[in-house]
């Protein structure tokens, strides 16, 4: 019998993975980040923990501390609450939206 036809490829080398650098987020608040948080988290359409610990890198708990903080001066209202995840936007866009649905007329 013939020697079967994949017997000559060679094996497939296996990919050495991506290195990817730890990160070095901040674990308190100092005054510089609180004061970036509250100027920029204004230009946010929306905010959760993923955004904040990338754009300010901070830690992830830090993160959720921030939000916690911002919801309670009304700064940000939940749009989406679910166990794993908290969608917010700002309190300003939910009332602009509100306004906008409305003004609306029907149509008939």
């Known amino acids: 019998m013939a020697p079967a036809a994949g017997a000559k490829?060679?094996?497939?080398?296996?990919?050495?993975?991506?290195?990817k650098d730890k990160a070095q987020h901040a674990v308190l608040l100092d005054k510089t980040?609180?004061?970036k948080l509250y100027k920029d988290?204004?230009?946010y359409?929306?905010?959760?923990?993923?955004?904040l610990v990338d754009r300010?890198?901070?830690n992830g708990s830090?993160?959720?501390?921030c939000i916690?903080?911002?919801?309670e001066k009304g700064l940000i209202k939940p749009v989406v609450t679910h166990s794993?995840?908290?969608?917010?936007?700002?309190?300003?866009?939910?009332?602009l939206s509100k306004i906008a649905e409305t003004t609306r007329d029907p149509i008939t």
């Open 62 to 65: 830090l993160a959720r501390q």
């Open 84 to 95: 794993k995840m908290k969608i917010y936007s700002m309190h300003r866009l939910l009332q």
């Open 68 to 71: 916690a903080d911002l919801e």
């Open 33 to 35: 980040t609180s004061e």
């Open 9 to 19: 490829k060679q094996k497939k080398k296996w990919s050495k993975g991506k290195v």
């Open 45 to 51: 359409r929306l905010v959760t923990v993923a955004t």
């Open 56 to 58: 300010m890198k901070v």
């Open 41 to 43: 988290v204004q230009s």
